[in-house]
């Protein structure tokens, strides 16, 4: 399987001593940016939505995988990628490790996001093999990973190469497409548009402009789930859109999108490619809009970046008689949840109480600006919280979801003693033994807090050792 490399679009940064230009103003980046097709070229079994009995038809546009690469006058560099993918496996993560390590690039220093959509090739083969697909798409999708790797590990090779002067400008805007999806009934809650529910309309947007004030590459995000669509075409959805617009409305970019903590949001109104493409040129034009605000940051000063790893517990399992009557149930899912319980328990001894491959990362951009990557698909109350106790007048806060590892819902404590979906029904359709422990918000804040404090305190006291 071949995936080419679709043309790498520069992001123009620098430092003083390398004015071009008697008159430029000094540039305190380098940057790049690019991207790459990694659309299949195969019918592929699809992610996303367990309904589905049969794989793709067609690809309604291509899917990306995208770099930017961004170096702070000490030679420090972060590179995030943004995928047209469901999630970002250990697998996918290591894989792109093993590519980038030769680099030079640190673990710490590497961002994956995945945009999250309905319409993309299903990467985790297992999940495959479990729900009793056929194993030939479990092939496929493991091969898909392994192409896909080495594709990203080149086009990160070729994007560091092209570094060039630059500025870097954050602002924000808002859009209102997406609406908190957890409605309270009497039943509990339901899946179902609840206009009183917490939300996050924040379109957050960093800028890589030229020494010729020319934007070369915009990141940009969003709190939505990317589930406008259903159908059997591979498709970006609102994401994929709002990118592609981006890009014919400045022509010579790179468009990214990075998820925010959306796993209790859904776009609305949604189920056509006419509202996903409405969805997309809204969000497209709360990014220009974004961009035309004075309240626009430029960031000076140095990249911080750091990783930790949070081990989160999990309830009190059910209990082994339970577990066995589950293996025979109607419902499929919860047979396929058991069965693999209980393989569990032959192959270790006892259910899994605690998983510990939790990423969580923070970038933190001159002075003005930190990224906190949460991996998981985290409910919106994780940005809120972590916008209020992280910003200040002078240091503006980017939360993103969907990042480095993203094994299933990532519930609040709220959303915990609420129940439903996000609150672990959607465990059914892991191999987790069932919904997390009242502790998880409290040790995720504490390692966002953790992380963000080291990666500004490297920015403020960056390595000279690679000082250009």
Request: aromatic content about 8%; some cysteine.
């Amino acid at each position: 399987m071949k995936y080419p490399i679709l043309g790498l679009v520069l992001a123009c940064l620098s430092v003083p001593q390398y004015q071009v230009k008697a008159a430029t103003k000094p540039m305190h980046w380098l940057a790049a940016a690019a991207a790459a097709s990694i659309t299949p070229e195969h019918p592929v079994w699809m992610a996303g939505y367990a309904s589905r009995r049969s794989p793709s038809i067609g690809v309604e546009h291509q899917l990306h995988a995208k770099t930017l690469i961004i170096e702070d006058t000490t030679g420090n560099q972060i590179v995030i990628v943004t995928l047209d993918l469901i999630g970002v496996t250990p697998e996918l993560r290591s894989a792109i490790e093993s590519e980038t390590g030769r680099l030079g690039i640190a673990p710490e220093a590497l961002l994956i996001n995945a945009s999250h959509t309905h319409c993309g090739p299903e990467i985790r083969a297992d999940r495959l093999l479990r729900f009793g697909i056929d194993s030939k798409y479990a092939a496929i999708a493991e091969q898909y990973v392994r192409n896909i790797a080495k594709t990203i590990g080149q086009l990160i090779e070729q994007t560091q190469q092209d570094l060039q002067p630059a500025k870097l400008v954050y602002s924000r805007a808002r859009t209102g497409f997406a609406m908190n999806r957890r409605l309270p009934t009497e039943k509990g809650f339901i899946n179902s548009p609840n206009p009183d529910g917490p939300i996050d309309h924040d379109v957050p947007v960093l800028r890589v402009i030229d020494q010729d004030e020319k934007v070369r590459a915009i990141l940009f995000g969003y709190a939505c789930h990317a589930t406008t669509l259903s159908y059997q075409k591979l498709c970006g959805d609102y994401p994929g859109f709002a990118q592609a617009y981006l890009e014919e409305d400045y022509p010579g970019i790179t468009a990214l999108f990075l998820n925010g903590c959306s796993a209790d949001q859904n776009p609305y109104p949604r189920r056509s490619l006419q509202l996903a493409q409405q969805h997309g040129r809204a969000l497209a034009n709360g990014v220009k809009t974004a961009m035309e605000t004075k309240a626009s940051q430029e960031l000076i000063g140095h990249l911080g970046f750091s990783m930790q790893y949070t081990p989160l517990k999990f309830a009190s399992p059910p209990n082994l008689e339970t577990i066995r009557t589950q293996s025979n149930s109607n419902n499929q899912y919860e047979k396929f949840h058991a069965t693999a319980l209980l393989k569990q328990i032959q192959d270790t001894g006892s259910v899994q109480t605690e998983y510990s491959f939790f990423p969580i990362q923070a970038f933190q951009l001159g002075r003005e600006l930190t990224l906190v990557a949460l991996c998981g698909e985290a409910v919106v109350d994780y940005s809120i919280r972590l916008k209020t106790e992280l910003q200040s007048n002078k240091n503006s806060v980017w939360v993103a979801g969907y990042s480095n590892h993203v094994f299933g819902y990532l519930p609040s404590k709220r959303v915990l003693l609420e129940g439903g979906y996000e609150g672990g029904g959607a465990m059914l359709y892991t191999t987790f033994p069932g919904p997390f422990d009242i502790s998880v918000e409290q040790r995720i804040i504490q390692s966002a807090h953790r992380v963000t404090n080291l990666a500004r305190e490297q920015s403020r006291q960056p390595s000279t050792t690679t000082d250009r």
